[in-house]
């Protein structure tokens, strides 16, 4: 009797455990926002963009970047999310650029001519 009262005691014991789940990866998150079954996620998904102003200095399409002279003469390297923006700007270009920070990279998502 004991043996059978410790058997049911351990299976309710085991049926009554939860198994979190498992975390979501980017990609995943991702085709569950575009699913739009969970519309708060954005805010965790996109990162503030920053705005700064400055003057392109040199265009590297070969690795994906534009340096760009901000105040103060500082100047900053910056990936580029579309390939297209190096059609749009030059050296000496006055530029107003967002900018992201993804994969650990300052990123240029939207850049205005001046």
Known sequence: ????????????TIASITVPARALTHDE????????????????????????????????????????RLAAGRTEPFKVQDGLIFNAVRFGDPVEISVQTISGFPTIVGLTKQ
């Not at 009797?1 to 309710?12: D, G």
């Not at 991702?30 to 996109?46: E, I, R």
Request: avoid cysteine; charge should be positive.
């Open 1 to 12: 009797m004991q043996k059978r009262i410790l058997s049911l005691i351990l299976a309710f």
């Open 29 to 68: 998150l991702v085709a569950k926002l575009q699913a739009g079954s969970d519309a708060n996620a954005a805010a965790v998904l996109t990162p503030a963009a920053r705005t700064l102003r400055g003057v392109v200095d040199r265009v590297d399409e070969r690795n994906d970047t534009l340096l760009i």
